[in-house]
């Protein structure tokens, strides 16, 4: 356990609190008969819930935490504070094709990066009611709406059985084809960064993604499955999985219980 300053705290608190709100902005949109999708201009989709949860996520961290600078998904200036050592980094909604689809799989995201490392995560699940997030000490926490607390640690994986999550809506056969060199005993496909949450919870062994991403969509979960014991590793190898690129997109990773093993090689050929 780390010692946390009072800014530390702060933060946590103010994180978890912005989300949940969030949660409430996207549910009355969830709820209602227009959801206001449309395509952006990269193609990807928008909706009136990402819109008001970014604006309301957005001007609450600027009025706590002044100093500290904030990139949202849907705020394309903010994009411009690549490389910066400390800033906040939120996707208000991410999974929307779940949220459009009406599938409850989409969560609020918000994390703190500090020097390309997220320290401090929240992901707010608000159609599941499920909240996992990080301590200021260390650790992380998960409940469920109008649950208590409890501790969340990451599993210890059998290599033998293990437990795989994939996504929903992004699953390709390149990601089918690296599940296969693997012996899985379940592999269930969920939405928007819960599949980090899941293994954080020990609810799952690993995660691989081999698919585009951007760094608000994983940077929550990234927190919350560090304090719970896990990794996230570059697919290529390369270190850890890092924030404040240019450009903001991430590379192909493995998100894991330290006690699963990665395999390079097709499952058969390391038995043989």
Request: charged fraction near 25%; aromatic fraction near 8%.
């Amino acid at each position: 356990m780390t010692v946390p300053t009072a800014q530390d705290i702060s933060i946590c608190d103010e994180i978890l609190r912005l989300a949940r709100a969030a949660g409430e902005v996207v549910m009355e949109v969830y709820e209602s008969e227009d959801l206001g999708a449309r395509s952006k201009e990269d193609a990807s989709p928008v909706t009136l819930a990402d819109e008001r949860a970014d604006a309301l996520i957005g001007a609450g961290l600027r009025a706590a935490f002044p100093d500290i600078p904030v990139v949202t998904e849907e705020d394309a200036d903010s994009h411009a504070l690549a490389g910066a050592d400390r800033f906040f980094l939120v996707d208000p909604l991410d999974g929307t094709k779940e949220f459009i689809k009406r599938r409850g799989e989409f969560t609020v995201n918000i994390a703190l990066i500090e020097n390309g490392a997220p320290v401090f995560g929240v992901v707010h699940a608000p159609a599941l009611g499920r909240t996992f997030w990080t301590q200021a000490d260390g650790g992380a926490l998960a409940a469920q709406t109008g649950g208590a607390p409890h501790p969340i640690h990451v599993a210890e994986a059998d290599d033998s059985a293990l437990r795989v999550v994939a996504s929903k809506s992004h699953r390709d056969a390149a990601t089918d084809d690296y599940i296969a060199r693997y012996d899985v005993a379940e592999c269930v496909s969920a939405g928007s960064s819960l599949k980090f949450c899941l293994v954080a919870a020990g609810e799952a062994d690993f995660y691989p993604r081999l698919g585009r991403t951007m760094e608000w969509d994983t940077a929550a979960g990234h927190a919350v499955l560090k304090a719970a014991g896990g990794v996230v590793d570059r697919f290529d190898g390369a270190g850890p999985l890092l924030y404040g690129k240019p450009g903001w997109e991430n590379p192909f990773f493995i998100a894991r219980a330290p006690s699963a093993t990665v395999r390079s090689e097709p499952k058969s050929a390391a038995n043989e």
